[in-house]
């Protein structure tokens, strides 16, 4: 009996932190990366104040996710959804080629 909780309390511990880890790592791949294909296509920023203006001259001071139409993130959410990129959030203060406030 004595062996049996134990390894019901180890078997609990080993679930429980990976569990914890998998969340943790859910969390990262949830965010879209500068390097995704989709995002390279549109030239994703994290953050739009490092956008080059010479090979993206649309871009214009103060345009970030958090103020484009197709932002789904809170207000002072620091990343959230956007209709172009599926599950994958984006960095309130990134921004890409189809920025728009229409
Ligand atoms: S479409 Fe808008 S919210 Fe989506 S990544 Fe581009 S700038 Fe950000």
């Given at each position: 009996?004595?062996?049996?909780?134990?390894?019901f309390?180890?078997?609990?511990?080993?679930?429980?932190?990976?569990?914890?880890?998998?969340?943790?790592?859910?969390?990262?791949?949830a965010?879209?990366?500068?390097?995704?294909?989709?995002?390279?296509?549109?030239?994703?920023?994290?953050?739009?104040?490092?956008?080059?203006?010479?090979?993206?001259?649309?871009?214009?001071?103060?345009?970030?996710?958090?103020?484009c139409?197709?932002?789904?993130?809170?207000?002072?959410?620091?990343?959230?959804?956007?209709?172009?990129?599926?599950?994958?959030?984006?960095?309130?203060?990134?921004?890409?080629?189809?920025?728009?406030?229409?």
């Amino acid at each position: 009996m004595k062996a049996t909780r134990r390894s019901f309390l180890i078997l609990s511990a080993s679930v429980a932190s990976s569990l914890a880890l998998s969340r943790v790592a859910s969390a990262d791949e949830a965010k879209l990366s500068e390097d995704d294909p989709a995002a390279q296509k549109l030239g994703y920023r994290l953050d739009a104040s490092k956008v080059d203006k010479s090979k993206f001259p649309a871009w214009a001071a103060g345009q970030t996710c958090s103020n484009c139409s197709l932002y789904q993130g809170g207000a002072s959410d620091p990343y959230g959804g956007c209709a172009l990129f599926g599950v994958k959030q984006v960095a309130a203060r990134g921004w890409c080629t189809s920025w728009t406030n229409a």
